[in-house]
């Protein structure tokens, strides 16, 4: 076992990694998704998203955020952060790794994910680069790429979850004998990817070589994207991919790290300047309504209310 150390624009954050690798097969499916419950009151506004580093949080805080006026959940999407792409040196190939607690939350997602589902909260999960030489933009072949976007869709598949992030830090292209960053690699994930899971949300934290490699051989992947997000907390930055303003984050914060007014002002601008997202990092255990109404009042116009 051994430390990744998070430095996202640039906050430290652990990423704890464990030796067991992801086992399909015959395991039992933990189960499709719950139905959803009755939705909450209608909520006008961006998309709300929200980031936990499970390693030191419960996905369950995500559902304890609502409108002071209406009701409505507060965060449409929860990522689970993160699971990690590793590599084998012995097959030479990359493997989709579940440290000890996303594997928990996984396993338990009867009790971490299927409560957020039934309030009608999507959740994602996060896969990002492990210092081993894997990423998502240094596949040798088609079939590798192919390979890899089977071990996501099963995953969506088996545990009842509503999409993939793609987070492309912390690869380290290279290591272990890897390849560099080449161009075809992330176009032909994300296709393989998009075919597997046509109604399932794929997403880009906008960061790493793989964001710059979105075209190959006559075919842009832009489109296969519902979402992209600034990847620096406490900026503002548009997302260089050929998306929608209904579909991209300008705006980033790190709940309780990112200042209210801050906050505040970025939320003021998604909303002047036509955006359809607002992303957020870091929601831990305590309440946090302060920090979280900062920017519902202008997303929503409504505080955010905590219920334990």
């Not at 890899?148 to 099963?154: E, G, P, T, V, Y």
């Not at 929601?283 to 955010?304: E, H, I, K, N």
Request: hydrophobic share 40%; glycine share 10%; aromatic share 10%.
């Amino acid at each position: 076992m051994f430390t990744l150390v998070r430095s996202r624009v640039r906050v430290a954050a652990l990423a704890l990694s464990a030796v067991a690798a992801l086992a399909f097969g015959t395991t039992a499916t933990t189960g499709a998704a719950a139905a959803p419950a009755p939705a909450p009151a209608a909520k006008q506004g961006p998309t709300s998203v929200a980031y936990v580093e499970v390693n030191n949080n419960s996905m369950r805080n995500v559902g304890k955020y609502t409108l002071a006026n209406g009701g409505g959940n507060v965060f449409d999407v929860a990522v689970i952060f993160a699971a990690n792409i590793n590599y084998d040196t012995s097959k030479k190939a990359a493997y989709l790794h579940f440290n000890e607690n996303v594997q928990r939350v996984l396993d338990n997602a009867v009790t971490e994910i299927r409560p957020l589902q039934q309030k009608g909260i999507k959740v994602v999960l996060s896969v990002l680069g492990n210092h081993q030489g894997a990423g998502f933009a240094n596949f040798p072949s088609q079939q590798a790429s192919s390979a890899f976007a089977k071990q996501l869709s099963d995953t969506v598949t088996k545990y009842g979850l509503d999409g993939i992030d793609f987070d492309d830090e912390y690869a380290e292209y290279g290591n272990n004998g890897t390849g560099q960053p080449n161009a075809s690699s992330f176009v032909h994930l994300v296709t393989a990817l998009r075919a597997n899971m046509p109604n399932k949300i794929i997403s880009l934290y906008n960061i790493g070589p793989a964001a710059s490699r979105l075209s190959y051989g006559g075919v842009n992947i832009s489109s296969k994207f519902d979402y992209a997000w600034n990847p620096y907390y406490g900026s503002w930055q548009v997302p260089g991919i050929a998306l929608p303003k209904s579909k991209l984050s300008p705006a980033a914060v790190e709940i309780g790290g990112t200042s209210q007014s801050t906050s505040a002002s970025l939320a003021r601008r998604t909303v002047s300047e036509g955006y359809g997202v607002y992303l957020t990092y870091n929601l831990d255990g305590t309440d946090r309504s302060a920090d979280v109404s900062a920017f519902t009042r202008d997303l929503y116009g409504s505080g955010a209310v905590y219920t334990p």
